[in-house]
């Protein structure tokens, strides 16, 4: 029941989200940590909102603490990300997040960090489930939560200050308190709400805040910050004049943002918009990474100061990876994620909100005007992307048609076709269409980039007809 996809392990609470699976993931942890040499570590665990984090977090320590293993467990539901700087701070092996991060209401998971707080990859997180799969699990030991703190083996804490001072240390706090910005910030009922509105706070932004109490299912809406959900956020920008709007997802580690127009900005743009910031701006220098789904203008970018963009798989433990690999500034994907060289190797909305601060306070510029720059220099990409949901039974069947048959829809000018992650194909006049199946939810995802929207729905569209969907 316990198997990793490209963001954690995520199940729907009551079927495979439960009390003995989160133990039987707390052993195979354990078991793992004993044959690396890491017996009697302290590990990190931490919770986001979400129905029954917090008591699933004190079930993984339960666990841990009875094979031997010291907790660090944050005792308030945080961000992500806080968790990540947490277990690269203290030089920690390992760190556990519950959360389900932007998945619909009924999932909850766990997140797996490694040392420097880094998204574990697959080698790890086969080693676990291959340990988990020869546990009994009613052979599991365990130590009352409540015991293990009396005893010492829990210590309770927050580092919530740490992890705010050194997002202020690593931005222009000085550029923002002078720009006097108006920002609307929406948490979307997540945990973004206290370390957010702190940095941008003392940064002296008058802000206009929504949808921050505490609500597991989230207003009734998917904890993901796009167009649609994003909607009351845009109206706010409007009506109150703000430079712009930033949402955060539900565990934090992605942003969506709104410009001073009311529009909904593509994480796509965010993307480009920073990197280009980084390197004309700040004057860095260094390659960037992007997942196969995202917009190639990054490569445009890259090119036009010198620079490479490298192409990794979705999951950000691959952008991460070949970030540490290459030295680059900066690296995201399409779906709101992104790190910056010299913060953590992860996701991280919270930074990624200051640092657009910073780059609207240091330039004076408005967004759509700093992305019409690039525009104008580089060119525009236009971007579509779709969703549809897969049965068990329709995904194997497509499986069989795209990677075993290795079968395509009838395309013109392909010039190249990679299946490392899903099938992508390249065309002569540098458009390009991806379908893959995520690695955290039942869909089949398809996202395209061309000159014009219509001649990239048309790709989506086409393998639409094929697959009959």
């Known amino acids: 029941m316990i198997h990793f996809g490209t963001g954690g392990w995520r199940a729907i609470i ?30 990190a665990v931490g919770y986001d909102r979400r129905f029954l984090a917090k008591e699933s977090a004190h079930w993984l320590a ?11 467990m944050v005792n308030r ?25 932007h998945n619909p209401a009924i999932y909850n998971g766990v997140k797996l960090f490694t040392a420097s707080g880094r998204d574990a990859d697959k080698s790890v997180t086969d080693k676990i489930e291959a340990e988990i799969a ?13 015991e293990a703190l009396e005893k010492g083996l ?28 108006k920002i609307a910030l929406d948490p979307m009922y997540g945990v973004s709400q206290t370390s957010l509105r702190t940095i941008l706070a003392t940064c002296r932004c008058d802000l206009e805040v929504i949808h921050d109490r505490h609500d597991t299912l989230f207003g009734g809406k998917l904890p993901a910050p796009n167009a649609v959900t994003l909607s009351p956020l845009a109206y706010v920008v409007k009506d109150t004049h703000c430079n712009f709007g ?30 280009y910031y980084l390197l004309k701006v700040r004057g860095w220098d260094g390659p960037c990474v992007r997942n196969n789904s995202t917009t190639h203008l990054l490569d445009r970018v890259a090119d036009g100061f010198g620079q490479r963009c490298y192409e990794v798989p979705v999951g950000f433990k691959h952008v991460s990876a070949k970030m540490a690999e290459t030295g680059a500034i900066i690296g ?7 790190s910056v060289r010299g913060h953590i190797s992860g996701k991280d909305g919270i930074y990624a909100a200051a640092l657009l601060a910073e780059m609207i306070a240091v330039t004076g510029k408005s967004i759509s005007e700093l992305y019409r720059e690039i525009t104008d220099r580089f060119g525009e990409l236009c971007y579509r ?83 009959s969907l």
């Open 14 to 43: 009551a079927d495979g989200f439960t009390k003995e699976n989160l133990r039987l993931l707390a052993g195979g942890l354990c078991r793992l940590m004993e044959k690396e040499g890491f017996a009697g570590a302290e590990v």
């Open 62 to 72: 339960e666990v841990l603490t009875a094979y031997g293993y010291r907790v660090l």
């Open 77 to 101: 539901s945080s961000p992500t990300p806080l968790l990540m700087y947490t277990v690269k701070q203290r030089q920690m092996p390992y760190g556990l997040m519950v959360t389900a991060s």
């Open 134 to 146: 020869s546990l009994d699990p009613a052979e599991l030991q365990s130590i009352d939560y409540d």
């Open 154 to 181: 829990v210590k309770e804490e927050n580092p919530v200050n740490e992890y705010i001072d050194s997002i202020l240390d690593l931005v222009d706090a000085g550029a923002i308190r002078n720009a006097h910005l």
């Open 246 to 275: 930033i949402a955060t997802d539900g565990d934090a580690d992605r942003l969506g943002v709104i410009d001073e127009k009311g529009d909904f900005l593509h994480p796509n743009h965010l993307l480009v918009l920073l990197y």
């Open 332 to 338: 995201g994907e399409s779906s709101g994620g992104l």
């Open 385 to 467: 992307e779709a969703d549809f949901r897969m049965t068990p039974e329709r995904k194997l069947a497509l499986q069989e048609l795209l990677f075993v048959q290795e079968e395509l829809p009838p395309f013109e000018q392909v010039e190249k076709i990679d299946r490392t992650d899903g099938v992508k194909l390249w065309f002569s006049n540098g458009s390009w269409v991806i379908c893959r199946f995520s690695g955290t939810e039942p869909l089949l995802r398809m996202a395209s980039e061309a000159a014009t929207g219509e001649e990239a729905q048309r790709f989506i569209d086409t393998w639409k007809t094929f697959l």
